[in-house]
């Protein structure tokens, strides 16, 4: 079975022009099939600024009103995403950006208002593969931006590492899909004061102890979440660390394993 390499980059790449470009260079040489997935990084944060939009988070989440919908389909959508692809042409990647509306790929349905109203925020339904599968056999790179939709007309703003989890998923019975987190620590970290102390190696059994230990918790839990899940979806294997760890084998970061 071929291997689908599915990568998320996070705002520590995003934010830093360097970081991007090595990062894209990287990213390009990948021979197999790939999907990148991309956040919004700080930009659209300084923009709300600059044109006097409050900006609201609550326990590091973004609340997402009408405004601030648009502003981030500005940014995501459009700048970030477009430069991106624009970026991954020169390095000779045929890239395609692409949001969860585009060929009616990622479908959400709003988030239900508990204690908190996220606003135009999505939770992920359905992945649809076909057109990915058809860009991918083609030597096509989709560049997902962390947008959805509802098939109602409505765009939402969605979490990027759980769109990259859901296409994972969505591809574990035709791929053998490999799952790539990057951001700024080298991995799970067992003392977050201590870079060099990463968890190499978490199993779906040992996961729930390393919780209870309070060990993973805070803003990790979310993204571990998501890594757990694709595991138990048929997801060959998750990692969590530094880009670094696309081509070294050496480098320290987490592979998560049933």
Not at 41 to 52: D, I
Not at 138 to 165: E, M, R, Y
Not at 209 to 221: Q, S
Request: net charge negative.
């Amino acid at each position: 079975m071929k291997i689908l390499k599915i990568i998320k980059i996070g705002g520590n790449i995003i934010d830093n022009e360097d970081a991007l470009s090595s990062f894209l260079d990287t990213f390009a040489a990948i021979e197999s099939p790939k999907i990148l997935i991309h956040g919004g990084g700080k930009l659209a944060t300084q923009l709300a600024n600059q044109l006097g939009l409050e900006v609201k988070m609550i326990d590091g989440r973004r609340i997402t009103d009408k405004a601030t919908l648009d502003l981030i389909t500005m940014v995501y959508a459009g700048k970030i995403n477009k430069n991106i692809v624009a970026q991954l042409q020169s390095r000779n990647c045929n890239a395609i950006g692409f949001s969860g509306a585009d060929g009616n790929t990622i479908v959400s349905k709003k988030r239900p208002v508990k204690t908190v109203d996220f606003g135009f925020v999505g939770d992920v339904e359905k992945v649809n593969t076909e057109i990915l599968q058809v860009l991918l056999e083609h030597k096509l790179t989709p560049v997902f931006c962390a947008l959805t939709h509802d098939k109602k007309g409505q765009l939402l703003n969605t979490n990027a590492d759980t769109i990259a989890s859901e296409l994972a998923i969505g591809f574990a019975d035709q791929y053998q899909t490999e799952l790539y987190y990057c951001f700024e620590k080298n991995g799970v970290l067992s003392d977050v004061n201590d870079e060099d102390s990463v968890i190499k190696q978490i199993t779906t059994q040992t996961y729930q102890r390393l919780i209870d230990d309070n060990i993973i918790a805070d803003g990790m839990l979310p993204k571990l979440n998501n890594c757990i899940h694709a595991i138990e979806k048929n997801v060959h294997k998750v990692c969590i660390g530094k880009s670094e760890m696309l081509y070294d084998a050496a480098a320290n970061f987490t592979t998560i394993t049933k």
